[in-house]
């Protein structure tokens, strides 16, 4: 009994440390977007030259989660976090500070998205499935998940309240100083030594990174998959960074917010979900939500009840793709190079995270509204919930005996 309950206690313990830090990492990055119009009022250079910013760090946090990952696998995720907390910190203090295109890629773009990407999902999620046993794992990620939901919620009213007393450049600073809570994370997540004592599962197969990807890269499936999140990333991105935009900016500010409360709530049912159904079924059911909901925006007055309530149904689907995506991930090839392989994922996710954010601003300057991304959205998330549904369950990667 004893052991179970030390069990017990490692496995809260990492849940903890890890949407802890997702709590505080996606909080900040998810609240960038409502320093959009501050920004481009201080620096003048346009909606288009920021959304560039911003584009390239949804790209750049894509683009460092699989050498994150990678280095996860081989020394642990501790040291990985530890930096990339850092990153993410410094690159969210200096952002008031440039007044050039270039300067706010440095800063938002490469710094702090490159340090949210280091301690992101592919490292968390990873370190987390590690460290709790298959029948856990759906709900584990799904704890994991909400943790950024709950910080994007707590974070985006909370930099409206600094910007009150503070101003939008001592608010942003104020944030870089709050993600270091972060640190004591890098700790807990430092390595496997804390699976043994878990109990968690035999060692993983790890298989040399090269083969890992040719094995990836040649399975139907996981490229589906891939293209899925591909339409996910485009969706989160343009709501991130262009929604504060549509309304009065204590209305925009509160729907982040929403987007937040209720991405916990459809986190946690999506971790309870998946090892019930299928996982590619449910990520079908998601991104038909997401198109039906999104028309229906489309189509009605632009009123504060119509904007939180269509919060409220994208904070059901924001992010509730990733259990899903993890366990399908796990499933195909285990927890050996989960860290890289969900990390090629998310690169896809944030390519369209790419085209999202920067499209979005294009658009908007070009006819001075979003509704051609609106309609570019509604038709992607149709096609990603029917190209999941020749996904093939099955093992990729069989583990090793215990």
Not at 231 to 255: N, S
Request: net charge positive.
């Amino acid at each position: 009994m004893k052991t179970d309950a030390h069990k017990h206690a490692v496995w809260w313990l990492v849940l903890l440390a890890a949407a802890g830090t997702f709590a505080l990492t996606m909080g900040t990055r998810q609240t960038m977007g409502f320093f959009l119009s501050p920004l481009n009022t201080a620096t003048g250079l346009g909606v288009g030259s920021i959304s560039l910013a911003f584009a390239f760090g949804q790209l750049w946090w894509g683009l460092t989660q699989p050498f994150a990952g990678a280095v996860a696998d081989r020394i642990g995720a501790g040291r990985v976090l530890l930096a990339g907390v850092l990153l993410v910190a410094l690159g969210t203090y200096i952002t008031p500070l440039m007044t050039s295109t270039w300067g706010l890629i440095l800063a938002i773009g490469v710094l702090s998205a490159g340090g949210a990407g280091m301690a992101g999902p592919s490292v968390l999620m990873a370190a987390t499935t590690r460290l709790m046993p298959a029948e856990r794992r759906g709900m584990a990620t799904g704890i994991v998940n909400a943790g950024g939901s709950f910080g994007q919620f707590v974070m985006a009213p909370l930099a409206a309240a600094l910007t009150l007393g503070l101003g939008w450049a001592g608010a942003m600073q104020a944030l870089a100083l709050i993600v270091l809570l972060a640190l004591p994370a890098a700790w807990v997540l430092r390595g496997p030594g804390p699976a043994a004592a878990a109990g968690a599962a035999p060692a993983p197969v790890s298989l040399p990174a090269g083969e890992a990807i040719r094995k990836a890269l040649a399975n139907p499936s996981y490229l589906l998959l891939s293209a899925g999140f591909f339409v996910c990333g485009f969706h989160v991105a343009f709501l991130a960074t262009h929604l504060p935009g549509v309304v009065a900016a204590p209305v925009g500010a509160w729907a982040l917010g929403i987007i937040g409360l209720f991405n916990i709530i459809g986190s946690l049912a999506m971790g309870w979900a998946v090892g019930r159904w299928r996982m590619k079924s449910l990520l079908s059911l998601v991104y038909a939500t997401r198109a039906v909901a999104v028309l229906i925006f489309l189509l009605a007055p632009k009123t504060e009840a119509v904007m939180l309530t269509f919060a409220a149904v994208m904070g059901l689907t924001f992010l509730s793709t990733v259990p899903p995506t993890v366990g399908l991930v796990a499933k195909f090839f285990g927890t050996g190079n989960m860290a890289m392989l969900f990390g090629l994922v998310m690169l896809s996710h944030q390519i369209g995270g790419f085209l999202g954010a920067w499209l979005g601003g294009q658009v908007f300057e070009a006819t001075g509204n979003y509704d051609w991304i609106w309609y570019i959205d509604i038709v992607l998330a149709v096609g990603a919930a029917l190209i999941h549904l020749p996904i093939r369950e099955a093992v990729v990667v069989r583990p090793r005996p215990a």
